[in-house]
């Protein structure tokens, strides 16, 4: 039963009455329930790095990430999965879906999130097959939308993963991979957008940018698949051919600038002598990991 649930519950008896406190004391508290959210997602760590080899491993074989989530949850899930394009270059790999469409990103559309069925239709929209990874968001864990997501998933032989902030929730049961983090009540009773959403938050993290490092998206902790279409993003490139390199800033630009400002590519070809024709053919050959190409140069 929802009531049973910790990200439900009213604060421990003699808790504060928010309402009564001074601005700061409120602030003060929000603050400190959240330090407590780090240590809630660290429970976690093995069941996030397992869901992230899992997922990983389908990916490299042409797979897709898919967030399905509905509220709050499926928010944060199209959140993530929008940074992925210009983070790591990428396009298409990484899917939120939310219930109720794109429009609910703006407007609340809190009751389909109820219809297990539209959770399905959603994901045979998108074609879901055995390459892909679905991962179904709900703090409470019980979310009808997100369970009937995941059945289909799973019966298309996707990967599933399942995150809940509550223990022992259905979403983790069904899926693949469970992934709990108790944040335990909120300072707002319910009020899961608080400490449940920035747990998840914190998840989504740890899965977009530990799946990427995976496929070879960086190097050391530089993004070298980032798409360098603005002033700042291609001053960060300069950055990183420099500073993977040790070339100089104008040999850094004319690199990017013979490499169409792909900071991956531009690094080859000064590590390696190699020309952009061929440092793209050895990227390409290298399952696009880039120390894989130098050090095979080296």
Known sequence: MLDALTTEASSPPGGPEIDQLSVTDLITLMN???????????????????????????MR???????????????????????????????????????????ALLSAAEGIEDDDQAGAADLAALGVGPL???????????????????????????????????????????????????????VVSGSTRLGAGTATKMVLNMISTATMVQLGKTYGSLMIDMRANNAKLRHRAVRMVT???????????RALDESGWHAKLAIATILTGLSPAEASQAL???????????????
């Open 32 to 58: 400190e329930r959240d330090a407590t959210v780090a240590t809630a997602v660290r429970s976690a760590l093995p069941s996030i790095a397992a869901a992230v080899s899992a997922a990983a491993a389908r």
């Open 243 to 253: 500073e993977a390199t040790g070339a100089d800033d104008a040999t850094a630009v």
């Open 132 to 186: 892909d990874t679905v991962v179904g968001i709900a703090s409470s864990g019980r979310t009808p939308y997100v369970l009937g997501a995941l059945a289909h998933a799973a019966d298309n032989g996707a990967l599933t993963i399942g995150i809940a902030c509550n223990l022992g929730t259905p979403v983790a049961r069904v899926a693949t991979h469970g992934i709990e983090v108790p944040v335990g009540p909120e």
């Open 61 to 103: 074989d042409g797979g897709r990430l898919i967030y399905v989530g509905a509220g709050t949850s499926g928010r944060l899930g199209v959140l993530d999965a929008s940074e992925v394009p210009p983070t790591f270059g990428l396009d298409d790999v990484v899917v939120g879906v939310i219930a109720g469409g794109p429009a």
């Open 284 to 298: 390409e050959l290298a399952g696009g990991r880039l120390r894989t190409v130098i050090e095979e140069r080296g």
